[in-house]
């Protein structure tokens, strides 16, 4: 969906590393590739919309391209009580209705601590098999705390999303520079408490028109979540042509 390029790896996973070298949207002999999870779709908000979808993470414990694997079961533990953290802070301290979306993995017979806290404090959950290209017009912007491939769908795709920062994160010194530029034109956020004061005190929506033709912003999407939505098809046919 994204660039794995973001993250740190398991100095054993080779494979991850050549993953890595190949799906870096950056043009490349000649090629602009497009981020396959991107072609041939459109994403829209509902500015009139009260409603705020939370795409939360529940991580399995095993190596993936978010970082350095497998991760502690303290580790996890840890974001998954910082995501419940910032759902709960966001539906008691703003006028929003918060719903939580997670991953189709997150059934409700799997239990996990987050799930566990999400139903004890009566938190709505959207059925986790609800495709998000079917339900995103329905909200008038997201939130995660994942900066993997949800956060870059939408931002490939134009879709207004804040990132929330979380200690759990292990990514690479690169991705993190560019996080931070994107904090200065307000897309990612060091806590829920900070992006709330940013939400109740600016006009968000003309901010977020204005950050998308941002240098850093079109930098970010350049490099991690690529989409020309006119040319992708035919340049990934003569990328392929050529193999």
């Known amino acids: 969906g994204g660039d794995y390029n973001s993250s740190t790896f398991n100095p054993s996973a080779d494979k991850e590393k050549k993953i890595s070298k190949l799906i870096y949207w950056k043009k490349e002999n000649g090629y602009n590739l497009s981020a396959t999870k991107l072609i041939n779709r459109k994403l829209v908000n509902n500015p ?18 978010f970082g350095d694997g497998p991760y502690s079961p303290k580790s996890n533990i840890k974001f998954q009580t910082n995501q419940f953290n910032s759902i709960d802070n966001l ?9 939580v979306k997670t991953p189709n993995y997150f059934e409700i017979k799997f239990k996990s ?3 566990n806290l999400l139903l004890k404090k009566k938190t ?7 495709k998000i290209d079917e339900i995103l017009s329905d909200f008038k912007f997201a939130i995660t705390h994942d900066p993997g491939t949800i956060f870059l769908e939408l931002l ?18 690169k991705f993190k520079k560019h996080l931070k530029k994107l904090k200065k034109i ?12 940013y939400l109740n005190k600016t006009n ?16 970010f999407k350049r490099n991690y979540c ?10 990934w046919k003569l990328f392929l042509n050529k193999l």
Do not use: M
């Not at 009139?48 to 391209?65: D, E, G, L, M, T």
């Open 48 to 65: 009139q919309s009260n409603k705020i979808i939370f795409f939360a993470q529940n991580y399995r414990f095993v190596v993936n391209h």
């Open 91 to 99: 539906k008691n301290k703003s006028t929003f209705n918060i719903y």
């Open 113 to 115: 601590i987050l799930q």
């Open 124 to 130: 709505k959950i959207i059925d986790p098999q609800k």
């Open 156 to 173: 490939g795709l134009n879709y207004p999303c804040f990132l929330i920062k979380d200690k759990a994160w292990n990514l690479n010194s």
């Open 186 to 197: 307000n897309i990612v956020f060091n806590n829920s408490t900070e992006l709330l004061k």
């Open 204 to 219: 968000w929506e003309k901010n977020w028109i204005k950050a998308q033709k941002h240098k850093d912003f079109l930098f």
């Open 226 to 235: 690529y989409y020309d939505n006119k040319n992708s098809l035919s340049q």
